[in-house]
């Protein structure tokens, strides 16, 4: 079984920063892209940053210039580093892997976690 588990959110003043954490444990044959995405009250999940195996990045046009996402792939985790928090950033954040489980090597497949809570209010 595959466990992605989030951590990091809170309660930070507008200009202020964060940085989340989520680390995939389990039995994993290999993880291709890792991300993060963030739901807002009302509104549909959305993509906020992902980074590929090899380092190459995507990111959200709202969140260019001020989040980071960075991965170590030895120990299977990724960071999400946001800078210069906006109210609008207010939003339950979840980590995604893209990966294939050592109990089936050749089937790649999305896993989620639970999510952590992110707020930007003064």
């Known amino acids: 079984q595959v466990t992605l588990v989030e951590s990091g959110g809170g309660l930070v003043q507008p200009g202020g920063s964060l940085r989340l954490s989520c680390a995939a444990t389990?039995?994993?044959?290999?993880?291709?892209?890792m991300g993060w995405y963030r739901q807002a009250p009302g509104k549909q999940r959305e993509l906020v940053a992902t980074?590929?195996?090899?380092?190459?990045?995507n990111y959200a046009d709202s969140v260019k210039g001020r989040f980071t996402i960075s991965r170590d792939n030895a120990k299977n985790t990724v960071d999400l580093q946001m800078n210069s928090l906006k109210p609008e950033d207010t939003a339950v954040y979840y980590c995604?892997?893209?990966?294939?489980?050592?109990?089936?090597?050749?089937?790649?497949?999305?896993?989620w976690g639970k999510g952590t809570l992110v707020t930007v209010s003064s």
């Open positions: 995604n892997a893209d990966l294939s489980p050592d109990t089936q090597i050749t089937i790649r497949r999305d896993y």
């Open positions: 389990g039995r994993i044959f290999r993880i291709y892209a």
């Open positions: 980074i590929t195996s090899g380092g190459s990045t």
